[in-house]
């Protein structure tokens, strides 16, 4: 069973171009969630997404950002004309979602985003 | 608003060693708690994950407790080896929805 697939690992925009990051979660899983580790700083949750629905989009700036998960397709989270301070490492995370077991969490290996 | 601390920040030790990492976290009305591994430039890997009713899990030479009411939680790593050198984090989680608060981390070397 493959884990989160992320990509890609490793991205680098000049500033005022888009990011897009992709996010496959488990499979079975139908919960996602973004964080983003800034540098020297801990995690921070950005947006729990399930199909075709956002959750809970409270840890997400207010503007350049957006997130989706399609019926169909991995998650997808973009950042719009991209600053020096979006230079950072995106984790997605997914689980099933139902049950103790279920809330176990899974992250995968990150991508990193440079902005020059 | 919950504000999960990991103290110390950093922590070196001779292989062998036991190991106690500390969380604490403000808001005692949490659903779980978890235990991550970081390793540099990687994703974060879970070890083990305690509900709220419970007081403790283990999982080979890894043992974390659970205080709720107090708002902490320790865990222990036995007879340390270089391989446990990893940044270390430990996350709350309010309900079932798996938004998590994360402490800082504890960074962990474990000297040969």
């Known amino acids: 069973n493959a884990g989160v697939m992320q990509n890609p690992r490793h991205l680098v925009r000049r500033r005022g171009q888009e990011a897009r990051l992709r996010c496959s979660p488990m499979k079975g899983h139908s919960h996602v969630y973004w964080y983003r580790q800034l540098p020297e700083e801990g995690l921070k949750f950005m947006v729990y997404l399930q199909k075709e629905n956002i959750i809970d989009e409270s840890g997400m700036p207010k503007e350049r950002f957006s997130a989706e998960f399609p019926k169909e397709g991995p998650s997808i989270l973009r950042i719009q004309q991209v600053v020096r301070g979006d230079s950072a490492a995106y984790f997605c995370?997914?689980?099933?979602?139902?049950?103790?077991?279920?809330?176990?969490?899974?992250f995968g290996e990150g991508s990193w985003l440079t902005v020059v | 608003k919950q504000e999960v601390t990991q103290i110390p920040a950093a922590l070196s030790v001779p292989e062998g060693e036991n190991l106690v990492l500390n969380c604490s976290f403000t808001d005692s009305a949490i659903y779980n708690l978890q235990w991550f591994r970081q390793d540099p430039g990687k994703g974060l890997t879970s070890l083990l994950l305690i509900q709220s009713s419970q007081r403790e899990q283990t999982s080979g030479r890894l043992n974390a407790s659970l205080d709720k009411s107090s708002g902490r939680s320790t865990l222990y790593i036995a007879a340390s080896q270089p391989g446990d050198s990893a940044t270390y984090l430990c996350?709350?989680?309010?309900?079932?929805?798996?938004?998590?608060?994360f402490g800082g981390g504890t960074r962990v070397l474990v000297k040969p």
């Open positions: 996350a709350v989680s309010k309900a079932a929805g798996n938004k998590l608060t």
């Open positions: 995370a997914s689980s099933q979602g139902q049950g103790a077991t279920g809330n176990t969490i899974y």
